[in-house]
């Protein structure tokens, strides 16, 4: 009997997953990169092919965690993450250099991220892989419903491009809730806080045993609300706030006429916080301007480290280890961030009340979000039973505190904070194509 054609891809701004039809019921997660089951959302294009691993077709590329380890390990090239918030923006049909004299629409990184998850699930699986639901963010891109709809178009033509033929799509936060519904011995009302790189999404939705059988759950599903904040917007909050100010970042002017300097202009430093805009940052006519601009500083070293860190390409470095002392200061503490690349001796304090004040606006953001949910389901707050807790955002402590606190009443239940939604999704596709 031939293998399943269908699976469910997890497809993330931070981290990746594909799921396919097991031997038994059900499915599994495949292994994507080695042992793991999930894998960063991460392209390092080489600008020699020599350097490139030998299986991968042109253009020569990684992924995953062999994206990231070439671009610690220095090769020349051009490291793309947070692909999935080019969709619904202007960028997504733009081309970008990535080095060796190529250069890239935006979508076609994105294909060719998801055809590698397609050839390591039809590896695995044994069978060429026709069918899937892919899981989308409740909003790819807030309060623009024709923006929304255009990247989740683009995400559905990059699907189709790889092979694709019978596409649906799933909220990511209800993909969870298939998945805490696994645990589940009575009834329940779970308000799933999806919160991972680029969007916080909530649904509250109608899980348990007996609702668990049925193939349409539209009925189950009371609301779903997102915004377009999450854990790379903490990355760039904390990068500015607690990094970039030693590049003069919120600095000012030379004084004169007894009146103090103006704020030197902002913009770079908003983009070099910016993922995938990072890289804007280092095209000759910007870096042109940038240097024009030494006169704006009242601390001409602040203007000397910016410039050191645009002509080196620092921008992506400062980014990773604005994240990592995001990770660090999590469960509270301090974390100090060595900056030797920028300047010898260079190093900033980052701790958990810095941090906090930094992402404050944006923590009240969410959790009003989720109170938005909630009373768009028609319920009271204290009716939620559950509050289940998924995506890699969800190991911020600052912010599941937050949350918890908000709804007290409710069970806090944390998920498997990479691969819930891509177990719920692996349920939904088994639901939907099983009986096809």
């Not at 077709?57 to 610690?72: N, S």
């Not at 044994?126 to 683009?154: E, W, Y």
């Not at 930094?358 to 923590?363: N, P, R, S």
Request: some cysteine; charged content about 25%.
């Amino acid at each position: 009997m031939p293998s399943p054609d269908y699976c469910a891809i997890d497809f993330g701004t931070s981290n990746s997953a594909i799921a396919i039809a097991a031997d038994t019921a059900g499915h599994r997660l495949v292994a994507v990169e080695g042992e793991h089951r999930t894998m960063p959302t991460a392209v390092f294009y080489f600008a020699d092919a020599d350097d490139a691993p030998p299986d991968v077709p042109a253009p020569p590329r990684a992924f995953g965690r062999a994206a990231v380890a070439a671009y610690v390990d220095g090769y020349e090239g051009r490291l793309m993450r947070s692909m999935k918030s080019v969709l619904g923006s202007s960028l997504v049909d733009q081309t970008t250099d990535v080095g060796g004299g190529r250069a890239v629409k935006y979508l076609d990184v994105i294909t060719g991220y998801l055809q590698h998850l397609k050839a390591k699930a039809e590896a695995e699986a044994g069978t060429t892989l026709r069918r899937a639901v892919l899981g989308r963010p409740v909003f790819f891109v807030d309060d623009d419903a024709q923006r929304d709809a255009q990247a989740q178009a683009a995400l559905e033509a990059a699907a189709r491009a790889v092979g694709f033929q019978d596409i649906s799509f799933q909220y990511e936060p209800i993909a969870a809730a298939f998945d805490y519904e696994q645990q589940t011995q009575h009834e329940e009302l779970v308000l799933v806080a999806d919160i991972g790189g680029g969007t916080s999404d909530f649904s509250v939705v109608r899980v348990g045993p007996e609702r668990a059988r049925r193939i349409e759950r539209k009925d189950d599903i009371l609301a779903n609300h997102g915004v377009h904040v999450a854990g790379t917007d903490f990355d760039r909050r904390v990068e500015l706030a607690s990094l970039l100010p030693a590049l003069g970042y919120g600095s000012r002017g030379k004084a004169a006429g007894g009146q103090p300097g103006r704020e030197v202009p902002s913009a770079v430093y908003f983009d070099l916080a910016t993922w995938h805009l990072i890289n804007t940052v280092y095209q000759p006519a910007r870096i042109a301007e940038l240097q024009s601009m030494a006169g704006f500083y009242g601390v001409p070293l602040f203007h000397r480290r910016l410039m050191h860190v645009v002509r080196e390409r620092l921008g992506h470095e400062l980014a990773a280890r604005a994240e990592a002392a995001k990770i660090a200061v999590a469960a509270g503490g301090a974390h100090r961030v060595q900056l030797d690349m920028v300047e010898l001796g260079l190093a900033m304090d980052v701790d958990e009340l810095q941090a906090e004040r930094a992402i404050a606006d944006d923590l009240q953001r969410i959790v009003a979000t989720a109170h938005e949910t909630v009373r768009a389901a028609g319920v009271p707050s204290e009716r939620i039973d559950a509050l289940y807790f998924t995506g890699g955002s969800t190991g911020l402590r600052l912010l599941t505190d937050r949350l918890a606190a908000a709804f007290p009443a409710a069970r806090a239940v944390r998920g498997d904070g990479f691969a819930s939604v891509a177990t719920g999704l692996g349920l939904d596709a088994a639901r939907r194509f099983s009986t096809a």
